[in-house]
């Protein structure tokens, strides 16, 4: 796996398929990479080809678990820089439209309020969730108990 060591990012998403987090990243030389955590929260086979639950992926691959691979990627996160382009300044507030009896998980709302704040705090709180799952115990216990 071809993993730089120095990237920006660029935008991301927060999949509400159970908590997915998606990340666009440019390299040195301007190649397009992304890096995705598929969701952990609900038991895998849920849909026709998807990922292996809760696993890390670059660029299509399954990074190995505890792998110099997986430290590469969370190191080149760490330092990485985060572009955005400038935002349009919109009064839109999802939490504010939340239909009465409507269920938000403190993960989206946390989310929510980030992109509230602007695109590179949203940025920010994904890659820091990412990281922050990735680098705990619970992500090698998960994984161990969804391997097919």
């Known amino acids: 796996m071809n993993i730089p060591s120095a990237i920006t990012i660029l935008n991301g ?6 908590g997915s987090v998606s990340l666009l990243l440019s390299d040195a030389l301007g ?6 955590l598929s969701q952990h929260l609900l038991p895998p086979g849920g849909y026709p080809g998807e990922r292996l639950s809760g696993r890390l992926f670059f660029d299509g691959s399954l990074v190995e678990i505890r792998s110099v691979d997986e430290l590469t990627v969370i190191s080149a996160l760490k ?3 985060i572009e955005t382009p400038t935002p349009k300044r919109n009064s839109f507030n999802p939490i504010d439209t939340a239909q009465p009896g409507m269920i938000v998980g403190d993960d989206i709302k946390n989310y929510y309020s980030k992109i509230a704040e602007g695109p590179e705090a949203a940025l920010r709180h994904l890659v820091f969730e990412l990281i922050s799952y990735v680098e705990s115990q619970e992500y090698v216990t998960y994984a ?5």
């Not at 998403?13 to 159970?18: K, M, N, Q, R």
């Open 144 to 148: 161990k108990s969804h391997e097919k």
């Open 79 to 81: 330092k990485a820089n």
């Open 13 to 18: 998403a927060f999949a509400s398929d159970g």
């Open 31 to 36: 190649h397009k990479h992304n890096v995705l």
